[in-house]
């Protein structure tokens, strides 16, 4: 098993050259397996960002004359290259992060590289729609690139994330500032170095830094055309208002307290299966992730001793074991977070079905990490904190229902609104409770099957806007409608 690196200093990278931060400043990396530092990031401000909107700005307008095809060649270039290195990032990635190495090399790294190859096809196939009445006018539309945009990401996925913005923007003829978590920033480090051997200077920056100064001088400098925002619904609040103000778009994708349904109909082997993937997959630390359990009174038993049996199974181990398959959590802070929403909960009635601790046993090299049991709790009111708020930890609660109405009450019944996952071998139901679920993704009978043409993204507190496909390559564009007669 290989060691975590030791005192990796990073850089920010702006117009292709790394740079340090003005003033020399940094925040130490901190491995959540260990608790150790591993280095240090730079401690960036609206100096750094103002230097990396310049590039940007300066490289915009030779990048969104190239056609289509050539900015995706570009893409397809980097693409390659990060998956030459691929056991090299995603050891970073499982290091930064706790995640498990398993999980990095497996779906974050692949998936990063799908993301620029996805969006790289697409800068050659994007085209705009014409408009005709016939002998009297055309009207077309022109999508030009919106200029330089600002990209700010998490820490659950962070390469994945940070991909997943960055790709459609170039694609679309944009140049990027980005600005990834502090706490996870050493992979947009590694796509950098390998953006500066590929990309003209200036397409694409990276400005490392705590949300504020660094993310906030990103928000709201003025030469930065567009936001494109994933992270917690708080954050996103207070960028949306900063926004608001300038009058300048922004994406916003949140929080999420997803709701996973079975209905007595449903293949229990399949959920049990499901259930716990949904509850613990990245130590619940996905957006997506059904920490809401939802069963019909017919398979309450049969589903419940599945997901305690999944959840039991799950062994916290070191991240960097390929065996490991449930890891640390990001932080300290964000453990013990973790752990007062379950003893709130504890206090408000739940109860613990499993979990609800530290484990007890953890291998040597990681005894001083950040790890929480996956943890299942029912006996929760739906008024609870524990229902109504995100925990973003390996916590789910299981709620019983009676019939279709009472499960739609209890899953649309928080301020979130981002998936959903229904089980039913009823096709009408299957449609009609989609329809009727306040939720930007439905999955019927799956959960996290994603295909990235499909609309990405959530209602009421869990954001505005859509990414994936065509809407996220929209988002980077402006609209023009150009109109010609064509009378006589
Ligand atoms: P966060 O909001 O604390 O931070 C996200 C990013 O915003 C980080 O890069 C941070 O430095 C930056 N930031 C913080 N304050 C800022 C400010 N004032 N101005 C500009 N940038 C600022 O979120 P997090 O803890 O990193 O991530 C977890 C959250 O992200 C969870 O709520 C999770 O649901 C959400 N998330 C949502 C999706 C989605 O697609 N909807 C996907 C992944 C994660």
């Known amino acids: ?256 307290k997803n709701p996973f349904i079975v209905f007595d109909d449903a293949d229990v082997e399949k959920v049990g299966r499901e259930v716990v993937r949904a509850a613990f997959s990245n130590q619940g630390q996905i957006c997506l992730c059904g920490s809401r359990v939802l069963v019909q009174a017919g398979v309450y038993e049969a589903v419940v001793a599945r997901l305690i049996e999944g959840a039991k199974g799950m062994i916290p181990g070191d991240p960097l074991d390929p065996a490991t398959r449930f890891g640390a959590l990001i932080g300290h802070d964000h453990r013990d977070k973790v752990a007062r929403y379950v003893e709130r909960a504890v206090a408000d009635g739940a109860r613990v079905l499993v979990g609800g601790g530290v484990p007890d046993r953890l291998p040597e090299r990681v005894r001083g990490g950040a790890y929480y049991l996956p943890t299942v709790l029912n006996g929760v009111r739906q008024d609870c904190a524990i229902v109504q708020e995100e925990v973003f930890g390996p916590v789910c609660t299981v709620q019983r229902f009676e019939d279709e109405h009472q499960a739609l009450e209890l899953a649309n019944g928080t301020p979130y609104g981002l998936a959903a996952s229904v089980w039913t071998n009823d096709l009408s139901r299957a449609h009609r409770v989609s329809a009727a679920l306040q939720a930007g993704i439905v999955w019927v009978n799956c959960w996290m099957l994603r295909d990235l043409r499909t609309p990405f993204g959530g209602v009421k507190q869990s954001g505005v806007g859509r990414e994936g496909g065509w809407e996220a390559m929209r988002f980077f564009t402006e609209p023009k409608s150009v109109t010609i007669n064509t009378g006589a």
């Not at 969104?64 to 990032?89: K, Q, Y």
């Not at 960055?166 to 706490?183: D, H, N, Q, R």
């Not at 500066?196 to 400005?207: E, M």
């Open 1 to 256: 098993m290989a060691n975590a690196p030791r005192n990796t200093i990073l850089t920010n990278w702006i117009a292709n050259r790394p740079m340090p931060a003005t003033g020399g400043g940094t925040i130490p990396n901190i491995d959540p397996a260990t608790g150790e530092a591993i280095g240090s990031v730079p401690d960036s401000g609206p100096a750094d960002v103002g230097a990396a909107v310049q590039a940007a700005t300066g490289a915009f307008g030779a990048w969104a004359s190239l056609n289509g095809e050539d900015r995706g060649a570009m893409l397809h270039a980097l693409a390659d290259a990060v998956e030459a290195d691929l056991d090299a990032i995603a050891h970073a990635e499982s290091v930064d992060s706790g995640k498990p190495i398993s999980v990095a090399r497996t779906i974050d790294i692949p998936r990063s590289v799908r993301n620029l190859r996805f969006f790289a096809a697409a800068a050659s196939q994007f085209a705009s729609e014409s408009h005709v009445v016939p002998g009297s006018m055309l009207g077309y539309t022109l999508r030009r690139p919106k200029g330089v945009v600002g990209a700010i990401s998490p820490w659950n996925l962070p390469l994945y994330l940070l991909t997943w913005k960055i790709a459609p923007a170039l694609a679309a003829g944009c140049t990027v500032v980005a600005k990834p978590s502090e706490l996870t920033p050493t992979t947009a480090s590694m796509l950098a170095e390998k953006a500066a051997g590929v990309l003209p200077p200036g397409v694409l920056n990276i400005v490392h830094g705590r949300g504020e100064p660094a993310g906030a001088s990103l928000v709201t400098h003025p030469g930065v055309a567009a936001i494109t925002f994933t992270g917690s619904t708080k954050v996103g609040r207070w960028i949306g208002e900063a926004c608001g103000r300038d009058l300048k778009p922004c994406s916003l994708e949140l929080g999420g």
